[in-house]
């Protein structure tokens, strides 16, 4: 999603309102009223422009990890007009830089874009390692090999972030495919993959994504909204907790940023201590209990 420029904007839709979704050099505004009706709705851009006009009529929108749920209900020289079918009784605030997902639609994109080329520069130069968003095929993993050894950075590690549900289906392929040629790791993306699959099928996948992973000896980070709560307004949700140990069958587990994020450091650390006592990995180590 695009930025928001000048002042901050409170764009807030609610359910059965229509969303322009813009190309991204288009600034987000909130929707214009009267005092009978709504004059223009609520705009946002988009960053990949060339997305909007793929769009079909009918195709599932989502923003923001899911808050916000729409189907693209027609596609204009402005751009895409979206009806908000998901949103919370009090609407949905919409803020700049989240993430936009179409689940199920192909549209063909390259895997690498002209700017992905560019920051790969920066990349090679100084980074420990390159996360691939989004990935796909074993071809895509290809292309960004290549790209790496163009720029000398061969040994720089891939984490592969596995993001939709063909990314989920071709992940043998892609694993087998890169083991023994490249360093590879594995980011589950549990908040994308929410989008694509539906929360109960993503809980069967982070499952069998780990057994797999752990078959092939590919580590793994477990992400999204890890302890959100505490990262970002110091409260404690149990719901969070028992999220966190499960995460202990990671090698990696990924915080999101925010005010509180030692507080979620510290209280994961606390965590993954007393869980390493009872699991390693998807196995349980029947540790003697401590009453």
């Known amino acids: 999603m695009g930025g928001f420029a000048g002042d901050p904007l409170d764009i807030r839709v609610f359910k059965n309102e229509l969303l322009l979704l813009t190309p991204g050099n288009i600034d987000g505004k909130p929707a ?18 060339l997305l909007i006009e ?25 751009g895409a007009l979206l009806r908000v079918t998901v949103a919370k009784a009090s609407g949905v605030r919409i803020q ?49 090999m290549s790209e790496l050894a163009k720029r000398n950075a061969s040994g720089l ?25 490249h360093n590879l790791g594995i980011m589950i993306a549990r908040g994308d993959l929410a989008v694509e699959l539906g929360s109960a099928r993503l809980a069967e996948i982070q499952e069998e994504l780990l057994w797999l992973c752990e078959a092939a000896h590919v580590p793994v980070i477990w992400a999204t909204q890890v302890l959100e709560s505490i990262a970002k307004k110091g409260t404690r949700s149990r719901p969070e907790f ?50």
């Open 54 to 78: 793929k769009l079909e009529i009918g195709q599932p929108v989502w923003i923001d990890d899911g808050k916000l749920g729409a189907i693209v209900e027609a596609v204009t020289e402005q």
């Open 157 to 181: 590690p891939i984490i592969a972030k596995i993001e939709t549900n063909r990314a989920v289906k071709n992940l043998p392929d892609i694993i087998l495919g890169t083991i023994g040629r």
């Open 242 to 291: 028992t999220d966190a140990a499960m995460a202990v069958r990671a090698e990696c587990v990924m915080l999101n940023k925010g005010p509180y994020i030692l507080d979620a450091i510290e209280a994961l650390v606390n965590v993954m201590v007393r869980m390493h006592e009872h699991q390693r990995k998807k196995f349980s180590r029947l540790r003697a209990l401590h009453w």
């Open 96 to 144: 700049s830089d989240k993430g936009i997902n179409f689940p199920g639609a192909d549209f063909n994109l390259p895997p690498l874009t002209q700017k992905d080329l560019t920051d790969l520069d920066f990349v090679c130069a100084h980074a420990d390692l390159v996360g691939f968003s989004f990935v796909e095929t074993l071809a895509d993993m290809e292309q960004l």
């Open 32 to 49: 214009e009223h009267d005092e009978q009706c709504m004059i223009h709705p609520a705009q946002i851009g988009c960053t990949l422009s």
